[in-house]
């Protein structure tokens, strides 16, 4: 059985010429067990999924399954055995951690100890203070320690380490990498890969509402392929130039990164291709002002799958 099943989900936002269609026919699944990442830019319907998810939001369309129950029709059940990091600050200013956490194991019904949770999350200092006085990332430390009471089944994380430190962000990993290991689902939404890719074993990439891309992070890797990514500043580009060189063998993903100075990015496989793209765009008139490379990432797989229209994705 999935942990989440999303089945043809459409949510459009308002009426008429006004209305916002934030998800058209998504569907997808999220596996028992796994850290899945899901990946997309602002505004790709990330935020509206999990509400549909957690049943804060009713779809125009589609249907939702969360462990093994209809998100509509058991959402209390379903909140009780999953723990939420949503997006954006929900903390209460003068309610301390402790005060905090008090709330949320005695809502869950559960019996865990508020110190434990916030040694955890590295929020154990600051256990008595009121969370009105809180950093950005104390109050995410704090909105992580009550997603875990209870031991949830599944975890959904909205943007989890917004507003964390590189480290506090380490430790958000290692926190998921626990959950994970005690049996947890883990669902986890950003809008940068290098934060998934550490953690995940599958990655879905949204973009407009539709899911481009679902797969293992390995899967990804390999489309990329231990290509190269090169990047060329000219002097002008025109549409001939550039389908010149996506017309080249082992060349994909040409994409304009600029106008000004006009900027490309194209992935190459062998090592001969470098040459070649640099020598089609001298061919058609287009001055070469500078270039480099570096090792494709998986950045760049998303990069390709997220950005404009002048994609080719493999
Ligand atoms: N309550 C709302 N009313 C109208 N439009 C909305 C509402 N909420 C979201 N939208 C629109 O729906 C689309 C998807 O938004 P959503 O917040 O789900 O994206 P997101 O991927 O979570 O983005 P972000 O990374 O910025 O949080 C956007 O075009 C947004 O403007």
Known sequence: MPAITVDSLTKSYGQGSEATLALEDLSFEVREGEVFGFLGPNGAGK????????????PT?????????????????????TGVLPEGVETYDRLTARQHLEFAIESKGADDDPETLLERVGLLDAIDKKAGGYS????????????????????????????????????????VREENARGATVFFSSHIMEQVEAV??????????????????????????????????VDRLDDEALQA????????????????????????QADGSKTAVLGELEDRGVEVRDFSTREASLEDVFQSYTTGSEVEAR
């Open 47 to 58: 935020s509206t999924t999990i509400n549909v998810i957690l049943d804060f939001i009713r």
């Open 136 to 175: 950005k990332g104390m109050a995410q430390r704090l909105m992580l320690a009550m997603a875990l009471v209870g031991e949830p089944d599944l975890l959904i994380l909205d943007e989890p380490s917004t507003g964390l430190d590189p480290n506090g962000a380490r430790e958000m990993r290692d926190i």
């Open 245 to 268: 060189v996506r017309s080249l063998p082992d060349v994909s993903n040409v994409v304009v990164e600029g106008e000004d100075p006009p900027t490309i990015t194209v992935q190459v």
């Open 61 to 81: 369309a589609g249907r939702v399954e969360v462990l093994g129950m209809d998100a509509q029709a058991n959402s209390r059940e379903i909140r009780s055995r």
């Open 200 to 233: 995940c074993d599958r990655v879905g990439i949204l973009r407009d509402g539709e899911m481009v891309a679902v797969d293992s992070v390995e899967g990804l890797r390999d489309s990329v392929g231990g290509g190269t990514s090169l990047r060329v500043t």
